[in-house]
């Protein structure tokens, strides 16, 4: 059984950082692409930001780049969000991602980050 299982979401204030964690079993960790994604109230859900099986490639919407970066250690099968100079646009339920190229797509639970002005 698939799980993934994020945390280290909660209140911060405007221009501070929070780290997200997802730890992963149940899959072969090293084998899956893993993303972020979020969800505002009352708007769908979108990318964050991904990183490849390796860790050797990196994608991040345009909204984030330059403040949050995506990491993984394969070893631990977790995934990190490091989310620099927040804003209150950045407030939502941030979910976590494992896609396979074979077919295999899993989500987390989702996290609360919000963000206060």
């Known amino acids: 059984q698939v799980q993934l299982v994020e945390s280290g979401g909660g209140l911060a204030q405007a221009g501070n950082s929070l780290r997200l964690s997802c730890a992963a079993s149940g899959l072969t960790f090293s084998t899956y692409n893993m993303g972020w994604f979020r969800q505002a109230p009352g708007k769908e859900r979108e990318f964050v930001a991904a990183?490849?099986?390796?860790?050797?490639?990196?994608d991040y919407a345009d909204s984030v780049k330059g403040r949050f970066t995506i990491s993984r250690d394969n070893a631990k099968n977790t995934v990190y969000l490091q989310m620099n100079s927040l804003k209150p646009e950045d407030t939502a339920v941030y979910y976590c991602?494992?896609?396979?190229?074979?077919?295999?797509?899993?989500w987390g639970q989702g996290t609360q980050v919000t963000v206060s002005s």
């Open positions: 990183i490849s099986w390796s860790g050797g490639r990196t």
């Open positions: 991602n494992a896609r396979s190229s074979i077919g295999g797509n899993y």
